[in-house]
């Protein structure tokens, strides 16, 4: 009752073909059209609801929460829940536009030592502004599509060679949807951030190494991350995160004023990557020194506008220890170091039919643990050039 996420799902052994909204219970999906008679949930997606602001966030958690603990509404309930096993997940919601940050301090540490060895690490911007690139939201697919490698430029001996990348890679990031739009000329600050991010979810930033190292001379990730991005199926509304809310890491230099902490927007996430079904890294979304608050006050306070279904994501969620690594680029460090799988296989990078999940549990009220779902992809071999 504490998590209560929503997707999108339909189910076509009961005729329920068009997908529709519902909220997980367990190991069921609730449907929202029967329950709650509206409308706005018979929706292939939930941006309809989104728009409709925080409070209406807030009343809808309380009826179904009722709904659900109030014997009077068991049988009514009971009729409207499916099995997880028999629906099919949607993306959840239409995606506008997207952006993607690089806000772990780890992370950002170990790329720099392995790009600029001897040098500093940290470029001289990196402790005043959450760094951040714009990706491309035609590309970002729901958990479980299969992710084709791509083909691409990749630095040659003594010219580009052209073919399918062999560094890919993944990164394990959260995700953060806009609900209520912000308008052009006019910033969102760090304390109004609950009003306008509807939920939480999981993401897999999937990357081709040697494409970027090529092309990002001297602009940012184009062709190397636009490929694919997956998206767990499940949205964490914002409110059922309030227990895992703590302080973020201290930062020094102090951030500029419009950067500066308002509330606890810190997150106390633990996330799981698994690898062809083995554990490869456990990375800890409270180690990450930009908050999510502090991403959404950067990304507008030049006046950018932010619409529904707009995404921000966290950037590779790195710790400090080596099993806390969030991509194969830190976890191989550059591929010097390949990772030894249980079944005495290795990976540098990933190879085709590899499978990647990333889950994630929050604290909960009670001690329950709030669940993320998972995010997975399966790689499958590039297409003819």
Same mark, same amino acid.
């Given at each position: ?6 997707? @999108? ?50 009343? @809808? ?47 950002? @540490? ?9 040098? $500093? ?74 009003d306008h991010v509807f939920g939480v979810f999981l993401l897999n930033d999937w990357?081709?190494?040697?494409? %970027? ?66 554990? @490869? ?7 990450m020194y930009w908050t999510p608050a502090q991403m959404l006050a950067h990304l ?23 099993? %806390? ?55 499958? $071999?590039?297409?003819?050039?």
């Open positions: 009752m504490a998590n209560l996420p929503y997707g @999108v799902f339909s189910a076509g052994d009961r005729d329920l073909t068009a997908p529709r909204v519902g909220v997980r219970i367990g190991d069921s999906v609730l449907d929202l059209v029967p329950v709650l008679g509206e409308q706005v949930f018979a929706e292939p997606s939930l941006n309809a609801f989104m728009a409709q602001g925080r409070a209406r966030w807030r009343d @809808v958690r309380a009826r179904i929460t009722e709904l659900l603990t109030d014997e009077r509404h068991r049988a009514s309930v009971e009729a409207a829940l499916y099995p997880l096993s028999g629906v099919r997940l949607q993306r959840p919601f239409e995606v506008g536009d997207y952006v993607d940050f690089y806000a772990s301090e780890n992370h950002a @540490v170990n790329v720099g030592r392995l790009f600029r060895p001897g040098g $500093e690490p940290l470029t001289p911007n990196w402790k005043h502004l959450p760094i951040g690139y714009h990706g491309r939201s035609g590309t970002v697919v729901v958990s479980g599509t299969p992710v084709i490698r791509p083909n691409g430029q990749r630095r040659g001996e003594a010219a580009p060679v052209f073919g399918p990348t062999q560094r890919l890679d993944f990164e394990a990031e959260v995700g953060f949807v806009i609900g209520a739009g912000s308008e052009l000329g006019v910033p969102v600050g760090t304390g109004d951030f609950a990357s081709a190494r040697d494409l %970027q190292a090529w092309e990002a001379q001297p602009l940012g990730p184009f062709l190397a991350k636009s490929f694919a991005t997956s998206v767990s199926p499940w949205v964490v509304p914002l409110e059922a995160l309030e227990h895992a809310r703590i302080a973020p890491p201290p930062r020094d230099p102090e951030p500029l004023p419009y950067l500066a902490d308002s509330g606890k927007w810190g997150l106390d996430l633990a996330l799981e990557v698994r690898l062809n079904g083995n554990m @490869v890294a456990s990375p800890r979304f409270a180690t507008t306070v030049n006046g950018a506008s932010t619409r529904t279904g707009d995404v921000f994501a966290s950037g590779t969620v790195s710790g400090p220890e080596r099993d %806390q690594r969030g991509c194969l680029l830190e976890l191989s460090w550059g591929g010097t170091d390949p990772l030894t799988l249980p079944d005495g296989s290795q990976r540098a990078f990933l190879e085709d039919w590899d499978q990647v999940s990333i889950s994630a549990t929050a604290p909960g009220a009670g001690g329950t643990p709030i669940g993320f779902g998972e995010v997975t992809g399966r790689v499958l $071999e590039a297409a003819a050039p």
